[in-house]
């Protein structure tokens, strides 16, 4: 049995909170961590993304990206819907998110930025289809603890845009951390002519105490 199924008997869904596993009264999430998620909203238009990456928000992200809990986008994609509403995109706008890396994507059994890209495509009501592709495999296994420049060094060449690509995009992605795979997609995407906005569910929001 895998972990997407033993997650379903152990947490059935709207039974208990897809976040911390309370009982959840027929919600995807618990009242407490739905006050946790609203205590962490960012303005999105301004952060380009919906939560800062801790508590309730980083729960759902980890059981989207590491247990399959493909419910956990469907309450990420609410902010995120709200947010892409305020940035007035275009009616025939296209929703895409960062590929993953088809190695990767086998073992973990889903493409989480796929999923979450679909879940705020189906709030906005708009088309959602891969327009990036992952070039090349990435060589390096994670990018954590990198800075900027070296993020961005080791994504040069590693996307490349669909051909024939819609007018008007958003970029969905999970966690931004220092914006260099966004960017590095998003300028790809401009290359190739269209205009992107980009929004991610989470941020990570450093020295809060200043």
């Known amino acids: 049995m895998n972990v997407k199924n033993i997650w ?32 962490l909203r960012l303005d999105g238009t301004v ?15 980890h059981r989207l990206k590491f247990d399959n809990v493909t419910a956990a986008a469907t309450v990420l994609a609410r902010a995120v819907a709200l947010d892409a509403l305020k940035l007035h995109i275009a009616p025939d706008t296209v ?8 190695k990767r994507r086998k073992e973990r059994g889903i493409d989480h930025g796929q999923v979450l890209a679909r ?21 390096f296994r994670t990018q954590r603890g990198s800075s900027k420049a070296r993020r961005l060094r080791n994504l040069q060449g590693m996307f490349a845009a ?16 220092t914006g260099a795979t966004t960017e590095t997609c998003a300028a790809c995407l ?18 809060l105490e200043g």
Request: glycine share 6%; with cysteine; hydrophobic share 40%.
């Open 190 to 207: 401009r290359a190739g002519g269209a205009h992107v906005s980009v929004l991610t569910a989470a941020k990570v929001v450093k020295n």
């Open 47 to 61: 952060e380009h993304a919906s939560y800062r990456y801790d508590g309730a928000a980083k729960k759902l992200i």
């Open 119 to 139: 879940a705020v495509a189906l709030r906005l009501g708009l088309e959602c289809r891969r327009l990036l592709i992952r070039s090349q495999e990435n060589p």
């Open 8 to 39: 379903k008997i152990l947490f059935p869904e709207r039974v208990v909170c897809v976040a911390c596993g309370r009982p959840s009264r027929g919600e995807l999430i618990c009242e407490q961590c739905q006050d946790e998620l609203d205590a």
């Open 95 to 102: 929703v895409t998110w960062v590929t993953m890396p088809e």
């Open 162 to 177: 669909e051909e024939n690509l819609p007018r008007y995009i958003l970029l969905v992605d999970d966690v931004l951390t």
